[in-house]
């Protein structure tokens, strides 16, 4: 690692953060400590920080506003790579060109700002473009697969191309970049439709009053912990019905607002918030007989 680092600081890749916790850096709060993350000033630096990594066989992860993902409370060994400096914007009518690092949110306000629609739902999901593509992030029966039309991509043999979205594969909470991680989404290339400012700030706003309502903001969370399965109640229901609403493991609680969102309440660890979702995903199995999905990533707990 320091022969590794020393020489991505000598060429000049980016700021590199050494020995940090990982509460920082996730909206659980929780987490052990990383090496290192590493933030490539450009594409361009991108490509030489992921040539570097494989000359000295090492392993790395994107991370990104952290909104999730679940570390162990172990020390990460792998190198972390924040794409936060690929923060680039433009509007052409209706096509937008944005860098991974772009704050999704940000990015449905300044199309609201534009009367542009189709962004509506990502208005409250707190992970930046890049990810919301790797995960098709969504809400209100749309995701990112309805408005992306390409990305540019980095591909495991350092070659920068442009996938279009019939090639991404998006489904429902799933894409072409999560069986194929060592793809780096870079860039992408949205398109959406001409509307009217006021409505649409009125749909997102009324949308921002109800998860103040009905969501528990005020404590750290990852959101919706479970997908909902097909042809049955929402995972938050079935949740709420077996009586686990406020069930504690440790300092991790199931919301007593909404079931299907596990909060971070009284200094929890990764590993009291990580028994929880089992515990819960183990009683919705026993007393409905289906395995609630995960919508949350688990690292390093191998």
């Known amino acids: 690692m320091k022969e590794f680092l020393e020489e991505v600081s000598k060429q000049g890749i980016g700021k590199i953060e050494q020995d940090v916790s990982l509460a920082r850096y996730t909206t659980y709060h929780v987490g052990g400590t990383a090496r290192c993350i590493i933030y490539p000033k450009n594409i361009e630096k991108v490509v030489e920080l992921v040539r570097l990594i494989q000359k000295h066989q090492m392993e790395y992860k994107i991370l990104g506003n952290g909104s999730n993902l679940l570390f162990s409370d172990r020390v990460y060994e792998k190198v972390l790579i924040n794409l936060s400096n690929l923060n680039h914007i433009s509007f052409i009518d209706n096509k937008i060109i944005v860098g991974a690092g772009y704050s999704l949110i940000r990015l449905a306000r300044d199309a609201m700002k534009r009367s542009l629609t189709g962004l509506e739902f990502a208005a409250?999901?707190?992970?930046?473009?890049?990810?919301?593509v790797f995960m098709n992030a969504g809400a209100y029966k749309s995701d990112m697969g309805y408005v992306v039309r390409s990305a540019k991509v980095l591909t495991p043999d350092l070659k920068v191309i442009e996938l279009a979205n019939s090639e991404m594969n998006f489904h429902y909470?799933?894409?072409?970049?999560?069986?194929?991680?060592?793809?780096?989404?870079l860039e992408v290339t949205m398109r959406l439709k001409h509307g009217k400012r006021r409505a649409i700030e009125e749909v997102m706003n009324e949308r921002k009053m109800?998860?103040?309502?009905?969501?528990?903001?005020?404590?750290?969370?990852?959101?919706?912990?479970?997908?909902?399965?097909?042809?049955?109640?929402?995972?938050?229901?079935?949740?709420?019905d077996i009586g686990l609403k406020g069930l504690y493991k440790g300092g991790a609680q199931v919301s007593d607002k909404h079931a299907n969102f596990i909060i971070n309440a009284k200094d929890a660890t990764?590993?009291?918030?990580?028994?929880?979702?089992?515990?819960?995903?183990?009683?919705?199995?026993?007393?409905?007989?289906?395995?609630?999905?995960?919508?949350?990533?688990?690292?390093?707990?191998?």
Do not use: C
Request: net charge negative; aromatic share 10%; hydrophobic share 35%.
């Open 124 to 132: 409250g999901i707190p992970g930046t473009v890049g990810g919301a």
């Open 173 to 185: 909470r799933s894409s072409f970049f999560q069986s194929h991680p060592n793809y780096i989404v």
């Open 210 to 240: 109800r998860r103040r309502e009905s969501q528990p903001l005020d404590f750290p969370s990852a959101g919706s912990v479970f997908r909902n399965p097909v042809d049955m109640p929402a995972a938050g229901k079935l949740i709420e």
């Open 270 to 302: 990764a590993e009291d918030i990580k028994s929880l979702i089992e515990f819960v995903q183990d009683a919705v199995e026993e007393n409905y007989h289906i395995k609630l999905k995960v919508e949350q990533e688990f690292v390093n707990w191998e």
